[in-house]
């Protein structure tokens, strides 16, 4: 009998706990080995424990080192830090992995398989930020600061060029703007040009590019990339650009990847403006839990799960409504589930 692996489920907010039932019949369709342990963060944390990231969830994934997780919501007001940020600082979550891939044939572009690694921890993100006041306008000049680490952009331009490899990709392309930003940038990618000099120049090709100029590139042909490498401002900006290249948020799964644990989830929010009417697209987590398989090794189950996505939408054409479909979430996690059932 296969072991069962422990895993942190937390449903999350807005449409997360529909998504989340969804995700989890399909899993069990697959017989994935997961046991899941369920916790609550985000405003479910608040209503339950007056806290976004209660300790009993936190303490869940320090013990599973794993995690699917739906879109979290920050209450505003109560001076609460966003869990999602407190979640990658506290596990060291430095690698945030958002695949595209198109899925649906026909949209403006078509046969896209991009990666985009971003690093998750430093950069412009860090937070500090201050103004300065100028006679009686306190905010006259606003100021922030980021940090590069060389420690911090090799690990994750380590990971990325291993990710690359193992999965049998052509092409790292690091993206920065040392032109400008010489110090900032410049040394995220001189680590990168050192590192695949010393360790990966025979097993893969490094292109370098400037982040204006990737972004204008993407759009006109984005086929010349493979796996796309950066800091963590220019890494969130592309990554939704890329999401777009194949058909939206609602189809991007994403990873957060750490030295103490691996967070799986979906890019897209809580979705509260369709919350609780059955409605919501569940792909882009049952995409991200695929990835989770993979990261499990269980490579198998991962590629019978997307293989039976792909038949859904594609042979079935049972489509949600933000795909252009008039199918619920339920309608669409059935027939997914039939597919994954049927072909054994
Ligand atoms: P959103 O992604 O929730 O929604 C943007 C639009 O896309 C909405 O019209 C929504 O209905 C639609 N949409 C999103 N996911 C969909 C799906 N699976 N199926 C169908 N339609 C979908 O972005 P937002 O409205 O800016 O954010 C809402 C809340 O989510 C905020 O509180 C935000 O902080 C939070 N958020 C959380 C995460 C996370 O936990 N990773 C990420 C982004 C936003």
């Given amino acids: 009998m296969t072991q069962t692996i422990p895993a942190t489920l937390i449903p999350g907010d807005g449409i997360g706990p529909e998504i989340v039932d969804a995700t989890l019949a399909a899993l069990e369709a697959l017989k994935a080995p997961f046991e899941w342990d ?22 869940s994934i320090r013990r599973t080192k794993l995690a699917l997780k739906g879109p979290l919501e920050t209450p505003s007001g109560g ?93 790292v392309t690091i993206v920065h703007k040392a032109n400008i930003m010489k110090a900032l940038t410049g040394l995220f990618l001189e680590t990168g040009q050192e590192l695949w000099e010393r360790k990966y120049k025979d097993r893969i090709a490094l292109e370098t590019v400037i982040v204006d100029a990737c972004a204008m590139k993407l759009v006109l042909n984005p086929w010349q990339f493979d796996v796309l490498v950066t800091t963590n401002l220019f890494g969130d900006i592309l990554s939704d650009l890329v999401a777009g290249l194949v058909g939206g948020l609602g189809m991007a799964p994403g990873a957060n990847i750490g030295a103490d644990a691996a967070i799986f989830e979906a890019v897209h929010g809580s979705a509260p403006d369709i919350a609780g009417k059955g409605i919501a697209n569940p792909t882009a987590l049952l995409l991200a839990a695929a990835m ?7 490579g198998e189950l991962a590629t019978r799960l997307r293989v039976a996505i792909d038949a859904t939408l594609n042979l079935d054409k049972v489509r949600t409504g933000d795909l252009g479909g ?4 339920a309608a669409y996690t059935q027939a997914l589930v039939s597919r994954i059932k049927n072909a054994g």
């Fill in 79 to 171: 001076g609460y830090r966003s869990s999602n940020v407190r979640l990658r600082e506290e596990f060291q979550l430095y690698a945030n992995v958002r695949p595209a891939r198109t899925i649906i044939p026909g949209g403006r572009f078509d046969n896209i398989d991009l990666l985009v690694v971003r690093e998750n921890l430093e950069g412009l993100y860090i937070g500090h930020e201050h103004y300065v006041p100028i006679g009686d306008d306190p905010h006259a000049v606003a100021m922030a600061t980021g940090v590069n680490t060389r420690q911090g952009s090799r690990r994750l331009l380590e990971y990325a060029f291993e990710l690359a490899i193992a999965s049998g990709r052509k092409k």
């Fill in 326 to 329: 008039t199918a619920g979430t």
């Fill in 292 to 298: 989770m398989l993979d990261h499990c090794k269980l």
């Fill in 38 to 59: 369920r916790q609550v963060a985000g405003l479910g944390g608040v209503q339950a424990h007056g806290d976004p990231l209660p300790k009993a969830t936190l303490d």
